[in-house]
């Protein structure tokens, strides 16, 4: 089951790098999450899928199968699942044939629904972008989470194992490299230059050699995921626009995320005028992965997306983040799965307003990441879901306790770590004070006083 094309793209570098058994039939079932998928282009539908089906002996449409229902919302009955699956063998000509099952986002639907219509399947769950880091985001039924048989993954940060799954033992397994850089390969020589870009005056991207490559811009869906307001997140692109001229840089190409509703980059290419660079907007709903191989940006910048992590470790491109700590600061509810990526990005790649961590930046070779990032991930994960990682608890107390100032960490609050009775929070017989009314009120007190003595 395959709802993007860079997940399309992981699974086609999995067919061909040998990584699942023979099988009579390769069936390629596509869902089309976007909130309009009526009018919304599936991934079917992408420039460059065609290349891709080719290690498929068929597409399906699981958005047909369940109309008028939403693949992100439906979930069938329990007493319905026989029903439902006699259906589907029939419909799909399965038979009697044993089935394995290979899904994404294993915690919620479509592909918590298509497995358990089919209870007796093994699952194996590939991952295609940063949050296969994170912890699991919901406890997961043991009689599904026990069929997981391993967690596939691009190797993004080298050295680093992902947390997903592991409370039920769940292997991990790289992804190769070389398979999915022939992938993305293939749909970089596919695209067509014309139907690239999209911007008043100027018809295509700029050419690849001439010079100095252009800085790429990520946009990603940070306002439909309600972690910016629309404004904000066109002021993080015009963010990105500055950043990069004050770089050197004046030819700049931006790529909104291809799952992101119309996002105004009017803003940006007014600034960019204002500056004296050429701002170039990628029309086509195609992975950066495509630009990064016609364009060889000189800078690849952007907030947490995985397109980041994707230049600095398959690529060998320079990078750089924006924006981070704005968005951890306000990121809500506390489990929400963006965290993991937003402390990842923020923990390794320089930031775009240091000029000289930008141009200094080298990516961590595997053993410097295990070395200061391990730790990192674990506590990040266990105080994002600590029943889930309780086996974790050990570890995340250890690697808090050792850090300088560990009051002021930025991937957790303090009234996390205190609910959590972790090194950083507020001490156990202290604890009360945040929930003291009368302490709430002489802090505002105090605070006015202040204010009115300055």
């Not at 790529?255 to 170039?280: I, M, N, Q």
């Not at 929400?336 to 080298?362: E, F, K, T």
Request: charged share 20%.
């Amino acid at each position: 089951m395959v709802s993007t094309l860079y997940g399309a793209a992981s699974l086609a570098a999995g067919v061909d790098a040998g990584l699942f058994p023979p099988a009579r039939r390769r069936i390629l079932l596509t869902s089309n999450h976007a909130v309009t998928a009526e009018v919304a282009p599936g991934v079917a539908r992408v420039p460059g899928f065609a290349a891709l089906r080719t290690r498929f002996d068929e597409v399906l449409d699981w958005n047909a199968v369940i109309a008028p229902q939403h693949p992100s919302t439906w979930a069938p009955r329990a007493e319905d699942v026989p029903l439902w699956e006699r259906q589907l063998r029939t419909l799909w000509g399965l038979g009697e044939d044993r089935v394995e099952l290979v899904v994404e986002s294993l915690q919620v639907p479509p592909a918590q629904s298509l497995c358990r219509l089919f209870p007796g399947a093994a699952v194996d769950v590939y991952a295609d972008g940063l949050m296969s880091y994170g912890p699991t985001r919901f406890r997961l039924d043991p009689q599904l989470g026990m069929r997981v048989r391993r967690v596939l993954h691009p190797d993004l940060v080298p050295g680093l194992e992902p947390l997903l799954l592991t409370e039920f033992g769940v292997r991990a397994e790289v992804l190769p490299a070389e398979a999915l850089l022939k992938v993305f390969a293939e749909l970089a020589d596919l695209a067509d230059p014309a139907e690239l870009a999209e911007l008043p005056g100027r018809a295509e991207l700029p050419e690849p050699g001439a010079g100095e490559g252009p800085a790429l811009l990520l946009g990603q869906y940070l306002s439909a995921l309600d972690l910016m307001t629309p404004e904000e997140e066109e002021r993080l692109h015009v963010s990105m626009v500055r950043g990069a001229h004050a770089l050197g840089h004046r030819e700049l190409v931006f790529k909104p995320h291809p799952g992101a509703p119309l996002v105004s980059s009017r803003r940006a290419e007014l600034e960019a005028e204002r500056l004296g660079a050429r701002l170039t907007v990628v029309a086509a709903p195609v992975p950066a992965e495509t630009l990064y191989r016609r364009l060889r940006p000189a800078l690849v910048v952007g907030c947490f997306s995985t397109g980041l992590l994707t230049a600095a470790t398959l690529y060998g491109l320079p990078v750089a983040r924006t924006g981070t700590e704005a968005v951890l600061a306000r990121l809500t509810p506390y489990p929400n799965s963006n965290r993991v990526p937003l402390a990842l990005v923020d923990a390794l790649l320089p930031d775009l307003a240091d000029a000289d961590a930008v141009r200094a930046w080298r990516a961590p070779g595997p053993e410097r990441v295990r070395a200061e990032l391990a730790g990192l991930l674990t506590a990040v994960g266990y105080t994002m879901q600590p029943r889930i990682l309780a086996a974790h608890r050990d570890r995340a107390e250890a690697y808090l306790a050792a850090l300088p100032a560990p009051g002021v960490w930025p991937y957790a609050t303090r009234r996390r770590l205190t609910a959590l009775g972790l090194p950083g929070g507020v001490p156990a017989r202290l604890a009360f004070l945040p929930r003291s009314r009368s302490v709430r009120r002489a802090v505002r007190r105090l605070g006015r006083l202040r204010r009115s003595l300055s």
